[in-house]
DNA sequence: GGTTCATACCTAGCAGCACAAGGTAGAGGA
DNA sequence: TCCTCTACCTTGTGCTGCTAGGTATGAACC
């Protein structure tokens, strides 16, 4: 499943804070617990995930701290902070009006074709 | 409420593609129509709404026609394609993929304990 | 007649961001 | 030795919403 990046733009954020809420997390393995959250539907690149850490650090939505893992290997620990819960919710209440809108398109609007129909 | 860019970018065009799956519109129309289904929280400017449907006419995903209001006033009447249609679907399934990423996000993340809860 | 508002369309310049592509580096296995 | 996976980073490009303008008509009000 290939997503557009405008939806991967709007949801990175709240996906990342969502993520981290739960617990820390570092870079590499936010890009693999997207992987499986989504079912392997979603695969972000590093080269998009970074530069939003970055980002997200920058706004003081996370803080960050650099860590060894057992093998030795260095790893930067991303933590949310309480601006970022406030942003995460915030982003969440922009997500509901904007399904709530497209929820009724799609349920006022007569079922569209498939793909494979269209095709067909 | 403030609608972040990156997520009118991601739901303007399924926004725009339901809408005129629903029956024929004219621009201006389209722009009344977000706010009422939104019920007033989201408002589209028309600086972002005229080029989308240019693109969106572009890619062949409408066509258009210029027509007349009773009131003498000309007007761009836009309808959707067989292949909007099916860049409809395309994207509805792509938003149902990210929404049933983020509904996990959201629902395992600690929230705060009910009354109920504290007392049981 | 003049002013203001709503309707109705359009465009240019700017800023932000995903993505592709590339780089650095260590660990483990064939 | 070479390849793969892990783990981080940056640059250049292209797309797109937003701000801020412009054009034009009709209706309401003074």
Redesign the interface.
């Known amino acids: ?4 990046k ?2 991967v ?3 990175a ?3 990342v804070l ?2 981290l ?2 617990g820390d997390l570092y870079g590499y393995a936010i890009l693999k617990r ?1 992987g499986e ?2 079912g392997g ?2 695969q972000w690149t590093d080269g998009m995930l970074y530069p939003l850490l970055h980002r997200l650090e920058r706004l003081g939505h996370v803080s960050s701290s650099w860590g060894t893992s057992e093998a030795g290997r260095r790893r930067k620990h991303y933590a949310i902070t309480a601006t970022g819960r406030a942003a995460l919710a915030d ?5 509901s ?6 929820r ?3 349920e ?3 079922r ?4 494979a129909e ?2 067909a």
């Open positions: 499943m290939r997503i557009d405008d939806l733009a709007a949801s954020t709240p996906l969502g993520i809420a739960d997207v959250l989504s539907r979603m982003r969440h209440a922009q997500w009006v904007v399904a709530d809108t497209l009724q398109v799609w006022s609007a007569p569209p074709a498939t793909v269209v095709w």
